[in-house]
């Protein structure tokens, strides 16, 4: 890896946000470096390769009806794509019904509940389209769905994932949510889904990287930037750890893609405290059985005496993930840093999954081969309703003219891989802008 002390710009990053815009700023002329972390590019979209299995961290899967987007992934793969339906079941009630509901679910409710959902569907389909707005999640989306939907599908699903009360979350998170419908199964609603080829998720960073340094980005892994110094509106300094050593390099702009509350730290500013991330702790289980979950890519749990949330065999969609005959199981416990599951020890978190998944039939005794646990710090931004209140005093608070944020974690917002990079070509936009403000007045500076 070269070390360079010098950046025209400078990004903090190499998950899909900072990868994507080290591309668009070379397109431009731009000298980038890229300082990260961890020792390989990804971020959050890694996968874990493990005796034949792999195991992304969460669930991935491209998913996205923009034509650009679908472009750029089979143009960034080399075609090396699958597209896929993922299709999902949630366990209530002592079984398991297909998610979201269609119309043909419905059909078969009582009748008494049965016309009480049609009709509250029928109003919420009204409401959508005169753009109706409440001011948190559960008024928001029982408005859409009705209190007999809302209460069954959602409701306790939504408070054991965020771990707050859904009344406490922002009704902006609703639109992320795949609402019931009147047909198809695919869990991503009607949005396209792919999948690569070749590797799991990591296949896209991976290719993604390479394209970075073959035009020319400078990749340094391995580098943690500690501290950015500051003077009046603008940062001026910024040092990172690399190999125990701690060095400083010169850039004119800034694009973060690293956690809001890490930047805060960075700068040496308070984190403003509706500032939360929620974390996860993945279970991977490779499994002696080749048909985990039968017709479907992913079970929901949204019962509280379940420690879990989702779990799902990768084989349905990622088809080189799995040795033939076996699967490549992944259980997800959503949590915060240092509560009880995120200090359960490996090996009971490896008991407690497998001992629920044989309890409810998914599993069967001696089927699993081999086992893996990885904690993410880092997963969800929390949209609560304060946080949402302050999202923008929050990013302002940031405050410097030669910073700008992107990505899922750096700008704070709930997004998926697509919505990472437009958010680092809007940075990318906005530092440009900059550096041609910047270079105009030296212009004149230098005509005077
Ligand atoms: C469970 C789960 C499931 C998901 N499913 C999907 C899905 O199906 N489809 C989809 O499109 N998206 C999905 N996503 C979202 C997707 O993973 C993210 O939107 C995307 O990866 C965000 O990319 P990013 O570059 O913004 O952030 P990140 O990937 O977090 O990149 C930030 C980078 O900054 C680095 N960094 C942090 N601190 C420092 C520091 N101090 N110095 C240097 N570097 C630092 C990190 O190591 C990291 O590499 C999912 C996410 C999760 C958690």
Same mark, same amino acid.
């Given at each position: 890896m070269i070390k360079r002390d010098m950046a025209n710009v400078l990004i903090i990053g190499a998950g899909v946000a900072g990868l994507y815009a080290s591309l668009k700023l070379r397109e431009e002329g731009h000298d980038v470096v890229i300082l990260e #972390? +961890?020792? +390989?590019?990804?971020g959050m979209v890694r996968s874990i390769h493990m005796d034949g299995f792999i195991f992304d961290m969460g669930f991935h899967v491209i998913h996205t009806n923009n034509p650009y987007y679908k472009g750029f992934f089979f143009d960034l793969l080399r075609s090396q794509i699958n597209e896929v339906i993922t299709t999902a079941k949630s366990y209530y009630d002592g079984s398991l019904h297909y998610f979201p509901p269609i119309l043909r679910e419905i059909m078969r409710l009582p009748m008494r509940v049965r016309s009480r959902v049609l009709i509250d569907l029928a109003r919420g389909m009204l409401y959508k389209r005169l753009g109706k707005q409440k001011g948190n999640f559960e008024d928001q989306l029982s408005l859409l769905t009705g209190e007999y939907l809302y209460k069954k599908y959602f409701k306790h699903y939504t408070e054991k994932f965020w771990g707050i009360p859904a009344n406490q979350l922002s009704a902006k998170w609703v639109p992320q949510r795949v609402l019931p419908r009147v047909k198809g199964r695919s869990a991503q609603g009607n949005e396209w889904q792919a999948y690569p080829t070749l590797g799991g998720i990591d296949a896209i960073p991976k290719a993604l990287a390479q394209k970075a340094y073959s035009a020319g980005v400078t990749l340094n892994l391995g580098?943690?930037?500690v501290r950015i110094k500051t003077k009046a509106d603008r940062a001026i300094g910024l040092s990172y750890i690399k190999e125990s050593k701690e060095h400083d390099i010169d850039f004119d702009v800034i694009l973060s893609t690293m956690p809001l509350p890490d930047l805060f730290l960075a700068l040496a500013k308070q984190i403003p405290n509706h500032v939360e991330t929620r974390s996860m702790v993945y279970v991977f289980l490779c499994v002696? !059985?080749?048909?985990? #979950?039968g017709d479907t890519s992913m079970y929901f749990f949204p019962n509280e005496g379940v420690p879990f949330t989702r779990v799902f065999n !990768? =084989? =349905?969609?990622?088809?080189?993930?799995?040795?033939?005959?076996?699967s490549a199981v992944e259980v997800e416990f959503p949590c915060w840093v240092e509560d009880k599951i995120w200090k359960t020890s490996d090996s009971s978190l490896i008991e407690v999954a497998t001992s629920y998944l044989k309890d409810f039939n998914i599993l069967k005794n001696q089927d699993v081969r081999k086992t893996a646990v990885y904690r993410q710090r880092y997963a969800y931004p929390v949209h609560s309703i304060q946080y949402t209140r302050n999202i923008d005093l929050t990013r302002q608070m940031v405050g410097l003219k030669n910073l700008f944020v992107a990505g899922r974690l750096g700008r704070f917002f709930y997004t998926d891989m697509c919505g990472a990079m437009e958010s680092a070509s809007i940075a990318v936009e906005d530092a440009l802008s900059f550096l041609s403000i910047k270079a105009n007045k030296s212009r004149r500076i230098m005509e005077k």
């Amino acid at each position: 890896m070269i070390k360079r002390d010098m950046a025209n710009v400078l990004i903090i990053g190499a998950g899909v946000a900072g990868l994507y815009a080290s591309l668009k700023l070379r397109e431009e002329g731009h000298d980038v470096v890229i300082l990260e #972390l +961890e020792n +390989e590019p990804g971020g959050m979209v890694r996968s874990i390769h493990m005796d034949g299995f792999i195991f992304d961290m969460g669930f991935h899967v491209i998913h996205t009806n923009n034509p650009y987007y679908k472009g750029f992934f089979f143009d960034l793969l080399r075609s090396q794509i699958n597209e896929v339906i993922t299709t999902a079941k949630s366990y209530y009630d002592g079984s398991l019904h297909y998610f979201p509901p269609i119309l043909r679910e419905i059909m078969r409710l009582p009748m008494r509940v049965r016309s009480r959902v049609l009709i509250d569907l029928a109003r919420g389909m009204l409401y959508k389209r005169l753009g109706k707005q409440k001011g948190n999640f559960e008024d928001q989306l029982s408005l859409l769905t009705g209190e007999y939907l809302y209460k069954k599908y959602f409701k306790h699903y939504t408070e054991k994932f965020w771990g707050i009360p859904a009344n406490q979350l922002s009704a902006k998170w609703v639109p992320q949510r795949v609402l019931p419908r009147v047909k198809g199964r695919s869990a991503q609603g009607n949005e396209w889904q792919a999948y690569p080829t070749l590797g799991g998720i990591d296949a896209i960073p991976k290719a993604l990287a390479q394209k970075a340094y073959s035009a020319g980005v400078t990749l340094n892994l391995g580098s943690m930037v500690v501290r950015i110094k500051t003077k009046a509106d603008r940062a001026i300094g910024l040092s990172y750890i690399k190999e125990s050593k701690e060095h400083d390099i010169d850039f004119d702009v800034i694009l973060s893609t690293m956690p809001l509350p890490d930047l805060f730290l960075a700068l040496a500013k308070q984190i403003p405290n509706h500032v939360e991330t929620r974390s996860m702790v993945y279970v991977f289980l490779c499994v002696n !059985q080749p048909d985990v #979950l039968g017709d479907t890519s992913m079970y929901f749990f949204p019962n509280e005496g379940v420690p879990f949330t989702r779990v799902f065999n !990768q =084989k =349905k969609f990622g088809y080189g993930c799995a040795p033939n005959g076996s699967s490549a199981v992944e259980v997800e416990f959503p949590c915060w840093v240092e509560d009880k599951i995120w200090k359960t020890s490996d090996s009971s978190l490896i008991e407690v999954a497998t001992s629920y998944l044989k309890d409810f039939n998914i599993l069967k005794n001696q089927d699993v081969r081999k086992t893996a646990v990885y904690r993410q710090r880092y997963a969800y931004p929390v949209h609560s309703i304060q946080y949402t209140r302050n999202i923008d005093l929050t990013r302002q608070m940031v405050g410097l003219k030669n910073l700008f944020v992107a990505g899922r974690l750096g700008r704070f917002f709930y997004t998926d891989m697509c919505g990472a990079m437009e958010s680092a070509s809007i940075a990318v936009e906005d530092a440009l802008s900059f550096l041609s403000i910047k270079a105009n007045k030296s212009r004149r500076i230098m005509e005077k």
